[in-house]
């Protein structure tokens, strides 16, 4: 019974989009510091991810490094894409019906092919230069860390920090 347990999970999990976070199960982010404000980010998706949204992801994450390491816009210098793809074959299936009138016996035989499934793993790389200071007008490249993670954070479920919002200062409650 436990066995039939952890495979119905594993295809539940299986059946799930990659989640934004570091590297897991489902896939998810890598990064590394290369420099001193220059990062590869690098983001490997599962089968039921849309490649936009491995995109978001790795743009998300380019946003969240520069703002964590104390910079405020980041120019992404480099992109790749290394997807990589597979087949999943489904075998066909074959039966025979016999019935039989006296003496004289007839064979039907029904076959369905097999099919081919072409499933994607799409990935997002990108190298991003960190800076401090106003983002330049003039550079389609270049980012407002801050202003991505405003509009993309809601378009990949990445909701702000609880910590952030402990972090607001509030009225000091009225004494009795």
Do not use: W
């Not at 480099?78 to 299936?93: E, K, L």
């Amino acid at each position: 019974m436990k066995k039939l347990a952890l495979i119905c999970s594993v295809f539940v999990l299986s059946a799930c989009s990659t989640p934004y976070g570091k590297y897991g199960l489902l896939g998810g982010y890598t990064d590394k510091r290369i420099d001193e404000n220059t990062f590869s980010i690098s983001v490997d998706a599962n089968g039921y991810t849309s490649k936009q949204t491995a995109s978001m992801h790795a743009f998300y994450r380019a946003a969240e490094l520069t703002v964590e390491n104390g910079f405020d816009f980041f120019v992404i210098v480099d992109t790749a894409d290394d997807s990589r793809s597979m087949a999943m074959t489904a075998p066909g299936t074959s039966y025979t019906t016999v019935n039989s009138y006296g003496s004289t016996a007839y064979a039907r035989t029904t076959r369905t092919p097999g099919m081919v499934v072409p499933i994607r793993f799409p990935n997002s790389t990108l190298t991003i230069k960190a800076l401090k200071g106003a983002k330049p007008e003039d550079n389609p490249n270049a980012y407002d860390a801050r202003s991505v993670m405003k509009y993309l954070g809601p378009e990949i479920g990445v909701t702000p920090d609880k910590k952030d919002a402990a972090a607001t200062p509030t009225a000091p409650a009225a004494k009795q």
